[in-house]
T-cell receptor, first 116, second 112 residues
């Protein structure tokens, strides 16, 4: 089945220790997103890739970086995690066509990050 | 100010009851989606509505897009414990290209 996969599902790191979360997709979608979601709140967009073009949200801290080496994979790097970065991190994909406003996003199961 | 206002924020009901969740805005949306998210999982797309006045049904769930494409509702008939979750509306504002904006969500608990 075509899907969005996130690994690991649970990640524990120490304060200040770099961590990388991964996302892969078999949907062949051209857009990939990273969201941060805190308890029972709406997902907050951190950044997205439109093909190879990186689009950062204005309020995303510099501590968060991303890489997309190919269509299928996207990584979220947190350079120096703080206690406030503990959250669920969601990867999503969509097929966007330039000029179209249709944007159905398909989410992975998320990675729950704990910072000690 | 939240672009998409969802209400209620929390809802706890008994199995078998009906409920309606609302998603309102002062902006016009090209399309609007509803997602359900279970604890520890990612949101799952339930439906997309694109035409003003559109009504879509998914088993016991009925989704409606307002005539002016500024609001939407989700009605659940005879709720079951399996309906428990966070319901998120999300829309593409007409003037925003393809950016998807999320409402704050409605946390639904259906008690047996």
């Amino acid at each position: 089945d075509a899907m969005v996969i996130q690994n690991p599902r649970y990640q524990v790191t120490q304060f200040g220790k770099p961590v990388t979360l991964s996302c892969s997709q078999t949907l062949n979608h051209n857009v990939m997103y990273w969201y941060q979601q805190k308890s029972s709140q709406a997902p907050k967009l951190l950044f997205h890739y439109y093909d190879k073009d990186f689009n950062n949200e204005a309020d995303t801290p510099d501590n968060f970086q991303s890489r997309r080496p190919n269509t299928s994979f996207c990584f979220l790097d947190i350079r120096s995690p703080g206690l406030g970065d503990a959250a669920m991190y969601l990867c999503a994909t969509s097929t966007e066509i330039a000029g179209s406003s249709y944007n159905e996003q398909f989410f992975g199961p998320g990675t729950r990050l704990t910072v000690l | 100010t939240q672009l998409l206002e969802q209400s209620p924020q929390f809802l706890s009901i008994q199995e078998g009851e009906n409920l309606t969740v609302y998603c309102n805005s002062s902006s016009v949306f090209s399309s609007l989606q509803w997602y359900r998210q279970e604890p520890g999982e990612g949101p799952v797309l339930l439906v997309t509505v694109v035409t003003g006045g559109e009504v879509k049904k998914l088993k016991r769930l009925t989704f409606q897009f307002g005539d002016a494409r500024k609001d939407s509702s989700l009605h659940i008939t005879a709720a079951q414990p399996g309906d428990t979750g966070l319901y998120l509306c999300a829309g593409v504002e007409e003037t925003s290209g393809s950016r998807l904006t999320f409402g704050e969500g409605t946390q639904l608990t259906v008690n047996p």
